[in-house]
């Protein structure tokens, strides 16, 4: 088994709930901004990476369970609201399962189709969670995206450091 790529696993998940879905708003939940959520939406997320000792490979990669979680997300005007968000989360689930979106991980598990309450504002919306997981090995290979990687290093001496004080800070050269 292949490290798994957890960016390009959740833009599989992401890209095979849409095409299931055509009339639903489906993104990840990064992309989400808080006051602007258009529904239908199926907001997707890795929640979790969990440990699984009793797999391991002896390879060099790290065993565990990737957990990812869908919110299910309906206004709440929608006529028969807790009915059709049920149907949805029910639908979710049943393509999910044993599913493996293109990646090289194991077949989902699902193991929550419940309601959730996911923001102190959620009583807009009727939500309901699908959780599942999915059996995978993780490399140490990573690099920071261009946008992430400094531009320029700059160092102040305390106390003239932090906000307030960005005229102190001089650029170190390299």
């Known amino acids: 088994m292949n490290d798994v790529d957890l960016s390009a696993a959740l833009a599989g998940i992401v890209s ?4 299931a879905f055509p009339d639903v708003n489906v993104c990840e939940a990064e992309a ?29 990669q790290f065993p ?7 919110r299910i997300v309906l206004g709440h005007r929608t006529p028969t609201v807790r009915m059709q968000t049920l149907k949805l989360a029910g639908a979710v689930a049943a393509i999910v399962h044993n599913h493996r979106f293109g990646s090289e991980w194991g077949g989902a598990k699902v193991f929550a189709v419940e309601p959730d309450e996911f923001a102190p504002e959620a009583n807009r919306f009727d939500v309901w969670l699908v959780e599942w ?7 140490a290979g990573f ?10 290093v700059l160092v102040s001496n305390a106390p003239r450091i932090g906000l307030g004080n960005e005229a102190e800070y001089v650029e170190v050269s390299s």
């Open 16 to 19: 095979k709930l849409s095409e």
């Open 32 to 60: 989400v901004e808080s006051a602007e959520l258009p529904v239908p939406a199926l907001v997707c997320q890795i929640a979790e990476i969990e440990p699984d000792p009793d797999r391991e490979p002896l390879t060099g």
């Open 64 to 70: 565990c369970m990737v957990r990812v979680q869908a």
């Open 133 to 139: 997981s999915h059996a995978a090995r993780l490399g």
């Open 143 to 152: 690099a920071l995206p261009d946008e992430f990687q400094p531009t320029a």
